[in-house]
């Protein structure tokens, strides 16, 4: 996309960059939107439904201004005085902001309505569902390998009308197939606002500030039901932990409202206290995915910038861009997805005796391992270079005799680590969301990608405006040669063992959520 807003729109590269980001950075705030009406009233199935349509018309509005000719930008690369009309620009960028509101209705609810299809009741299914989110992430890198390969050689030297039309008709034949399984699925009730349930136990507990929080907790209020009063969730039994919240389901005279019914705001059931007590044992676990994914940012940045200055020449003629290295990291996740889920789990059950072979905390912490040691053999190839051009004087060289392929071990463990943590995220945040929040909790994870860049630029202006005091040429300077990357990398590594160290003490603290009844669910 930076490369279409440079050749065809003439953009510089810190305005392409900005318009890339800012369009990026819009694909993971809108699917808060998209979850909240997916669990608030909706239901994932409609949400996804619509949001899907939604994204193909933007995909064919993007190819149409890349096809028309009163619509396409008539620069070339080549073209200093070239600008593309009003028109035209409009178009392109509606065209994209409409993607983003499609992907804000599908990112938070497609894996969450897949693992909605397995019974929970039934050993088999349960077993399956985990599995479930391996081959999910496994067919998004599929998809990832496809567009990094195949579509991007098809922009670059077929047109970029091709390159936007084929994944167009993808989208369309995608959308055409999840309504063809319609009459099959499995449906769970939207449950009502999330956040209003949420602000009645709050305003509940405040109300009752002073009353004291009773020993024995059969008494707080709780419909006789099997089945939960919010639509969509099943009953949650107390848990000790944050015993502040119970004051909002202690029963007392003022709880009635004029027509004799509890009034929502002074009485709140068990069971949606304990929503807001698994949200907030959730967002620890949530913010610790921060520091990981600001060590995934990388692949996108400093990686990039450490593999131009490399050798980047296959034989004599062939040349890989230092960006196309990220693939190696698609093929890592493509290679351990099976090895992870059919000879990994199954040892694992041997000695732990785990269904899944590790919790879903163990998952996530042993990810959190691995993304450490990426950074400690990013600063290792770092300091290889560096020694390479101080003993032969390759200051001033562009590219130093170095290969670039030394940088593939450090993208292939970030390709493992996401199989631990990523994947690890995506089952965690299913599981232990309320029933009628997974949406919204799922689509709070997805923050976490988003922050972890907005922490990386943090650290880069940090580091840069430290080490450049004095007159020095600081860590990260235009000629890395000059430069000390590797700081950067030890101290990604050094944040993240702190942030691992943390992690331990968050798990060893995290209570799971204790969910009874039944699920509203319909076919």
Sequence with gaps: ????????????????????????????????????????????????????????????????????????????????????????????????????????????????????????????????????????????????????????WIQENVGWEWGFGIPTVAMGIAVCSFFSGTRRYRHQKPGGSPLTRIAQVLVATFRKWNMPVPRDKSGLYEVQDKESVIEGSRKLEHTDGFLFLDKAALETV??????????????????????????????????????????????????????????????????????????????????????????????????????????????????????????????????????????????????????????VPQYFLIGAAEIFTFIGQLEFFYDQAPDAMRSLMSAVSLTTVALGNYLSTLLVTIVTDITTRHGKKGWIPDNLNYGHVDYFFWLLAILSALNFLVYLLIARWYTYKRPTGVFHVSK
């Design 1 to 152: 996309m930076v490369n279409y807003l440079k050749q065809k729109f003439m953009e510089s590269n810190s305005t392409a960059a900005n318009n890339v980001t800012n369009w990026s950075g819009t694909c993971y705030i809108t699917p808060l939107i998209g979850a909240f009406i997916a669990d608030a009233y909706w239901g994932r199935y409609k949400t996804i439904a619509v949001f899907s349509i939604v994204y193909f018309f933007g995909m064919a509005l993007l190819t149409i201004s890349a096809s028309v000719p009163t619509l396409k930008p008539p620069c070339k690369a080549s073209d200093v005085n070239c600008h593309p009309t009003t028109s035209q620009t409009s178009v392109f960028f509606l065209s994209l902001y409409i993607i983003a509101l499609g992907t804000g209705g599908i990112k938070p609810c497609v894996s969450s309505f897949g693992a909605d299809q397995f019974d929970e009741t039934d050993v088999i299914e349960k077993k399956k569902k985990s599995s479930f989110f391996n081959w999910f992430y496994f067919s998004i890198n599929i998809g990832a390998l496809i567009a990094s390969s195949v579509l991007v």
């Design 254 to 407: 003022n709880d009635k409202s004029a027509d004799g019914s509890n009034n929502p705001w002074r009485l709140c059931t068990v069971t949606q206290v304990e929503e807001l007590k698994a949200v907030i044992r959730i967002l620890p676990i949530w913010a610790s995915g921060i520091i990981f994914a600001t060590v995934y940012s990388q692949m996108s940045t400093l990686f990039v910038e450490q593999g131009d200055t490399m050798n980047a020449h296959i034989g004599p003629v062939f040349k890989i861009p230092a960006a196309s290295l990220s693939i190696f990291d698609t093929l890592s996740v493509i290679f351990w997805v099976p090895v992870y889920d059919r000879l990994i789990v199954p040892l694992a059950r041997k000695y732990t005796g785990h269904q899944r072979g590790f919790t879903q905390l163990q998952r996530m912490g042993i990810g959190l391992v691995i993304s450490i040691l990426s950074m400690v053999i990013a600063g290792i190839v770092e300091v290889k270079r560096l020694n390479m051009v101080k003993e032969h004087n390759y200051y001033e060289r562009k590219h130093i005799p170095m290969s670039i392929f030394w940088q």
